[in-house]
């Protein structure tokens, strides 16, 4: 079996192949039926592996390419870590406005930081291995998988007999169909890591959370980045006044937004790489080094035979299933981004738990809708978001009332010369139920999770105001919104009442 190939052929990329997907693996053979299989070992698939077999199911569990899925090989790892290396030449950079010294112009060493992203990684792959799934006695099986029928399963030569089966096969980057996109052969997440020279000129396509994070990341670095957005602003899914902060802060960093764009075509001309777009009504045309590919995704659905097996399934939005996660074939369940708006690790995993529940106890009931998932765009400053944000509010009909306070009011972030953005909390009208919040700031993935948990517990911002926190953090922001909750119910009538109060008590 040859092992799939990535790029450099370095040391780390050696030893990252060989523990997702050693090429000297033989897969097991299929002895009586599992009570579960799972196809597809990303987040969703490890996590229902993992947990099955805890509770001491049979389990099989397929992957025809790595282990680990786009998170360990092409997403949230190797992104993070080269958004730590551009953060730290920032940080760098900026040392002077607290009275550092520094000789010479700092500089990055591209090579040296994708070099230190792919030994990290290969660190991290052990949790995802072959070798760690087999010991915790899951039967791994490296191929491509089609279901024969609802109950059997077939990968390579084997055929895998089941009861309870979990698609969790994810989703790729989508390709446009834009005129000229085979001649320049852009860059998508899984060919942008293979990357060992810095391009000096970058086209990004798309203005979501990938796009954002690596054109700073790349600016940050020193290319010459130019992101095409079609939406009026960045971040589209995210509150306006957020995405301004964001917006501002990768044109502080020589990013150059063309926002409103609809991309023509793309051509090639010698080693350059155009780019012809529509911007505001204006043709613009522009030469690149690298383009890269970030507007969508489209979930890996082919090749499973799911139109013969009677899945419901579109080939852009992925395979339907209900609140418990079942596929129109009830014993055959997905997780993940295959079955997901919610395209994240985070989404996958708490996903996967529930098919846990579901598909190995009769009485499974547990229920996605049920969820309260945060989500965080690791730009700097950062964007982190949970519930409902007013438009959403807005289009579901709930009345909410909203509290905001700017990292400028907030002493931490004065000292940490951290003071864009700010916290922002939706309550139910008349209440201090917590309905939605956003973040955005320093550290903003950090700090929405202490909203998430009083979401998920029920605490208000009334309970929020009486959290004592150390002082200074940057977390007081989200307690003086309790401070503000508690001072509106302080009306006219109740300030009188209190005033008489204590003027009685003199």
């Known amino acids: 079996m ?8 370095d040391e780390f990329n050696r030893a990252l192949t060989a523990q997702v997907h050693p090429a000297d693996y033989e897969n097991p053979v ?21 947990g099955a077999a805890g509770l001491g199911a049979k389990v099989a569990l397929i992957e025809r390419h790595l282990l680990g899925g786009d998170c360990l090989n092409y997403g949230c790892v190797p992104s993070k870590g080269i958004i ?27 090579s040296a930081a994708m070099s230190r992203m792919r030994e990290l990684r290969a660190g991290i792959a052990r949790h995802d291995s072959v070798r760690r799934f087999t010991e915790l006695g899951v039967d791994v099986y490296l191929g491509d998988a089609a279901f024969v029928d609802r109950h059997t399963v077939r990968v390579a030569d084997r055929l895998l007999p089941f009861r309870k089966a979990v698609i969790a096969t994810g989703a790729r980057a989508a390709i446009p169909a834009i005129p000229g996109h085979e001649d320049v052969a852009p860059l998508t997440n899984e060919t942008l890591f293979s990357l060992t020279e810095l391009p ?11 796009g954002c994070e690596m054109a700073q990341t790349f600016a940050r670095f020193g290319a010459r980045v130019t992101l095409y957005e079609s939406a009026s602003n960045i971040l589209s899914r995210e509150d306006a006044l957020a995405a301004d902060v964001v917006r501002d802060a990768l044109r502080h960093d020589g990013v150059e937004l063309k926002l409103g ?24 045309r522009a030469e690149f080094d690298q383009i890269l590919l970030a507007a969508g995704r489209r979930p890996n659905v082919a090749g499973l035979n799911l139109g013969g097996l009677g899945v419901d399934y579109d080939e852009r939005t992925g395979i339907r299933v209900d609140d418990r996660l079942r596929t129109s074939c009830t014993n055959i369940f997905a997780a993940g981004d295959v079955c997901s708006s919610y395209q994240f690790t985070h989404a996958a995993d708490f996903l996967a738990r529930i098919v846990l529940r579901n598909a190995l106890f009769p009485f499974g009931r547990a229920r996605a809708s049920r969820l309260i998932i945060p989500w965080c765009t690791y730009t700097d400053p950062e964007l982190a978001h949970v519930g409902l944000s007013e438009r959403t509010a807005r289009e579901q009909n709930v009345p909410i009332d909203t509290f905001r306070q700017p990292f400028a009011g907030v002493d931490r972030s004065i000292l940490e010369g951290k003071t864009s953005g700010f916290v922002q909390i939706h309550v139910r009208r008349g209440t201090d139920r917590i309905v939605g919040a956003t973040i955005v700031g320093h550290r903003a993935g950090e700090l929405i999770s202490q909203i998430t948990q009083a ?52």
């Not at 040859?2 to 052929?9: N, R, S």
């Not at 551009?86 to 990055?108: C, D, M, N, S």
């Open 84 to 110: 730590a290396a551009a953060r730290a030449l920032a940080h760098v950079r900026e040392a002077e406005q607290f009275g550092v010294r520094l000789a010479g112009t700092p500089g990055i060493d591209f």
């Open 30 to 50: 299929p002895s009586g039926r599992y009570n579960l299989v799972v196809v597809g070992a990303g987040t969703a698939g490890l996590v229902c592996a993992a």
């Open 2 to 9: 040859t092992a799939p190939e990535l790029l450099p052929d």
């Open 455 to 506: 979401m998920s517990t029920g605490a208000g911002l009334a309970r929020i105001a009486n959290v004592i926190h150390p002082y200074p953090t940057e977390a007081e922001a989200i307690r003086k919104l309790g401070d503000q909750y508690n001072r509106s119910r302080l009306t006219p009538f109740v300030a009188g009442v209190l005033r008489r109060w204590l003027n009685w008590r003199r």
């Open 200 to 210: 000096g000129r970058l086209a990004i396509v798309g203005g979501g959370p990938i």
């Open 261 to 284: 764009a609809s991309i023509q075509r793309f051509a090639r001309i010698g080693d350059s790489r155009i780019v012809e777009a529509s911007v505001a009504g204006e043709t613009d």
